[in-house]
């Protein structure tokens, strides 16, 4: 029964180790791929060639030495971690390996390899290997105090006399050139003594160029501590980076791809960059340096790779119209920014193109600048405001450059609305072919004025009504205009009117825009119609004009004949009297 128990015990005991001490082999293997979707130890030193995954469920610790043989990826799932601990190491066996310059050409900046040269006590040649399709021509090299060589072609020596001292080569070029592949020692006879990648040899002020055969690309977390190291891989996370008491070699620049992502760094040594800089961070994303002020518990390589660098990449104004200009002016972290451009046909436009700027460097010796600009309207004209119509531009005027990747530029802009439309007066029937009154009303809610247009319709028939052609107004912020027009309608019935603000056609899709405002409105109908005014009859007319001219003649003529006999009467009277004188 003892031995049972015994028994039973000892295999309890090896399922635990077997649980908690994993090969790559014996783990989940798909197709050269390995799941890691449950908690998962790599204690033994191994060779791995494949892929490895690591799910949102799966944790994998390593404390032991893996090795990459091949081209690999490790991914990490969101909620997925890995954990380097007590001593771990994962290194690539293809890695960048070249080194190139950075361009300084003073001697406290420039690029400089140190060749073991004491190593061999007799007179020797330095041969010079440039990367593949990287020619050595034009470039310099200085040995020592000796004046500088001019190098060219692919391969370049050098005769180093016999010292005690180890070599220095410095390098200047044009740009990052030269790129250094490899460096030979040879006799004076051409035997080789030793051969070096480039960066197996002490630098300064050189950048890593090659490529690393191992990628890891995180959306969860990856934890190093316990004086583990990563030697020649990519890193790229949009999760968590915690490193603390542990070495980063050749790695960098560890990319943040997010701005949730975060990395923290403590009791750190960091060295070997592709590029300038150490880690690249996103707008928001957060970075930890140190547990100092000074943050010198974090170790770098030299004073010219800096510690970070923080980027924006395809960041855009957003502007309500089209071919808005506009400059940005200000500072960046390397000094003065001058940028200008104008909205597209989306009223989109990128700064700086859409391409990666620069926003913020956490420079080598601890000092942080950061981007400082402003963003100002150049010209923000459309329909409603017109250079000549005394109204200014749209559009804030100035606005702080943040490092948000949309920025709204959609402020101070006339917004207009309709408050009323309607037949004046109180006829239930309008008579065809007369103009009649319409009074509008037309708010601006906005911010700016504008100088606007409308135009109407029949709203029964969609034909366009007569008003005397467009209607102009001006309108102010915070105002409400009344105004007043004539509508003429030639046909008889039932007929409203509808009206509609004339978008400015700079406004993006502005047939369909919403951004100023605007719309249309509609009167109720009423009945037009055609009215027969009834002819005079002037027949009676007549008759009584000719009645009153025959009475009147007969008067007349009666008049005539009285008068006629007395004045007959009196020339007879008169006769006789002046006969009778005569007598």
């Known amino acids: 029964m003892s031995r049972t128990l015994a028994l039973t015990q000892t295999l ?62 490790i991914e990490i799932d969101e909620g997925g971690k890995l954990n380097l601990i007590n001593n771990a190491e994962i290194i690539s066996d293809k890695r960048a390996s070249s080194l190139k310059t950075l361009g300084f050409t003073d001697e406290n900046n420039r690029s400089k390899i140190t060749i073991p040269t004491s190593n061999y006590l007799e007179e020797m040649k330095i041969v010079i290997i440039a990367e593949e399709g990287a020619l050595l021509n034009g470039s310099l090299v200085y040995v020592d105090d000796m004046d500088p060589l001019v190098m060219s072609g692919e391969v370049f ?21 030269p790129i250094i592949n490899s460096i030979i020692l040879e006799t004076t006879s051409g035997d080789v003594i030793n051969e070096y990648k480039a960066n197996d040899l002490p630098y300064q002020n050189m950048l890593l160029h090659g490529e690393n055969g191992v990628t890891i690309n995180s959306a969860g977390i990856i934890d190093i501590s316990g004086d583990s190291i990563i030697k020649g891989l990519d890193i790229s996370s949009s999760g968590e980076i915690k490193i603390k ?52 518990d ?28 506009y400059t940005v002016t200000g500072n960046s972290p390397e000094g003065a920014l001058t940028l200008s451009n104008f909205s597209g046909n989306d009223g989109i436009s990128y700064i700086n193109g859409g391409r990666a700027r620069v926003i913020e460097i956490g420079w080598a010796n601890g000092v942080i600048t950061r981007e400082n600009a402003t963003i100002e309207i150049v010209e923000y004209r459309t329909a409603w405001n017109v250079e000549g119509s005394g109204i200014g531009n749209y559009g804030p005027a100035s606005v702080p450059l943040t490092w948000d990747k949309e920025i709204d530029m959609t402020a101070n802009k006339p917004v207009i609305e309709w408050v009323a439309l309607t037949i004046s007066g109180e006829e239930e029937i309008i008579p065809t072919g007369a103009s009649h009154q319409i009074s509008a009303v037309l708010a601006n809610r906005g911010t700016e004025s504008a100088n606007l247009f409308f135009d109407c319709y029949i709203t029964e028939t969609g034909l366009g009504a007569d008003i005397g052609g467009y209607q102009s107004v001006k309108i102010d912020p915070g105002e409400e205009v009344p105004l007043y027009f004539g509508w003429r309608n030639n046909a008889p019935g039932s007929f409203g009117l509808t009206c509609t603000i004339l978008t400015p056609t700079q406004l993006v899709d502005y047939e369909n825009s919403e951004a100023f405002g605007g719309g249309e409105i509609s009167t109720s109908s009423i009945t037009w119609e055609d009215i027969e005014e009834d002819s005079l009859n002037m ?35 008169y006769k006789k009297e002046i006969g009778e004188d005569e007598d």
């Open 12 to 73: 309890v005991i090896l399922l635990s180790v077997l649980i908690f001490t994993v090969n790559p082999a014996s783990a989940d293997n798909h197709e050269n791929n390995i799941i890691i979707d449950e908690i998962v130890e790599w204690a033994n030193d191994q060779e791995v060639s494949g892929n490895i995954h690591i799910t949102s469920q799966g944790e994998l610790t390593i404390s032991a030495l893996i090795t990459f043989t091949s081209v690999s990826l």
């Open 157 to 177: 020596s050098i005769d180093i006399p016999e010292g005690e001292q180890d070599t220095q080569l410095g390098f200047t070029g044009y740009g990052y050139f």
């Open 245 to 296: 008491d542990s070495a980063i070699q050749d790695s960098c620049p560890i990319i943040l791809t997010d701005d949730q992502a975060s990395i923290t760094m403590e009791n750190t040594e960091i060295s070997g960059s592709q590029d300038d800089y150490y880690v690249q961070l996103q707008p928001h994303s957060t970075i930890n340096w140190g547990i100092s002020e000074e943050s010198n």
């Open 298 to 325: 974090v170790a770098i390589k030299g004073t010219l790779i800096d510690r970070w660098e923080r980027i924006i990449t395809g960041q855009s104004l957003i502007f309500d119209s089209i071919g808005v200009s």
């Open 539 to 573: 027949l009676p007319i007549f008759i009584v004009i000719l009645i009153i001219i025959i009475s009147g003649g007969v008067y007349f003529v009666q008049n005539l004949s009285n008068d006629a006999e007395e004045t007959a009467g009196i020339l007879e009277e």
